[in-house]
Antibody, heavy 116, light 107 residues
C-alpha cells in the first residue's frame, strides 16, 4: 500500500525558509509524480507543485520565485522548501501522489505556523 | 487561473437522504474534475475523477456528473460515515485549482 508521511518543523519565523520532507513507502518515487498541496485556515486549498519520476518540476506561478521541490531517491523521499515565508504561509501542508493529474494518495498533513 | 465555485458551503442532511454538491468552473474544464472527501483530522480521499469515474474502493452511493463548467457530486442514501468535508479539484489546466469545500453534517 502506498503511504506518505510529512515531517518538519511546526513553527517557522517570518522571512525564514520552510522545509518539509515527505517519506514514501510502498511505491517508488521514480515512478509517477509527487506533489505538495496546502490548506489555509478557512479551508482554501492551493496546489503548490510537483516533482516527476525523472526529477523535473512544475510549480504554481504564484510561488515560483520562492519554492523548490527536490528528492532523494535513495531514501524514497521528496522535499519542499519555501523561502521568505510570511504569516500568509501558515497552513497545513500535504504531500500526495499525483497520478494522471489527481491526488490519489495523501499524507496526513503537517500544520506549519509562521510566527515570530 | 480557473476559479472553482463550490456550493453549498455547508449542508445538513438526514440518514438515507440524497445529497448533491456542485462545483462551477470559470471556464470549460472538459471533465477534468475530481472530488475528494476529508474527514476531521484525516487526509483527503479521492472519490471521483474525470468528473464521473469512481475511484477504486469508493462506495457506489457516490457518483459524479456534469460537463463544461458545471459538475456535481451526489451521495445516495447518506450514511453516518459520510459526514465529512468535500471539495472539488479541476485539473484541466496545469494550474490545478480547488473548490472552497462543503461541510456535510447530519441533521
Amino acid at each position: 500500500e502506498v503511504q506518505l508521511q510529512e515531517s518538519g518543523p511546526g513553527l517557522v519565523k517570518p522571512s525564514q525558509s520552510l522545509s518539509l520532507t515527505c517519506s514514501v513507502t510502498g511505491y517508488s518515487i521514480t515512478s509517477n509524480y509527487w506533489g505538495w498541496i496546502r490548506k489555509f485556515p478557512g479551508n482554501k486549498m492551493e496546489w503548490m507543485g510537483y516533482i516527476s519520476y525523472s526529477g523535473s518540476t512544475s510549480y504554481n506561478p504564484s510561488l515560483k520565485s520562492r519554492i523548490s521541490i527536490t528528492r532523494d531517491t535513495s531514501k524514497n523521499q521528496f522535499f519542499l522548501q519555501l523561502n521568505s515565508v510570511t504569516t500568509e504561509d501558515t497552513a497545513t501542508y500535504y504531500c500526495a501522489r499525483y497520478l494522471r493529474r489527481v491526488f490519489d494518495y495523501w499524507g496526513q498533513g503537517v500544520m506549519v505556523t509562521v510566527s515570530s | 487561473d480557473i476559479q472553482m465555485t463550490q456550493s453549498p458551503a455547508s449542508l445538513s442532511a438526514s440518514l438515507g437522504e440524497t445529497v448533491t454538491i456542485e462545483c462551477r468552473a470559470s471556464e470549460d474544464i472538459y471533465n477534468g474534475l475530481a472530488w475528494y472527501q476529508q474527514k476531521p483530522g484525516k487526509s483527503p480521499q479521492l472519490l471521483i475523477y474525470n468528473a464521473n469515474s469512481l475511484h477504486t474502493g469508493v462506495p457506489s452511493r457516490f457518483s459524479g456528473s456534469g460537463s463544461g463548467t458545471q459538475y456535481s457530486l451526489k451521495i445516495n442514501s447518506l450514511q453516518s460515515e459520510d459526514v465529512a468535508s468535500y471539495f472539488c479539484q479541476q485539473y484541466y489546466d496545469y494550474l490545478n485549482t480547488f473548490g472552497a469545500g462543503t461541510k456535510l453534517e447530519l441533521k
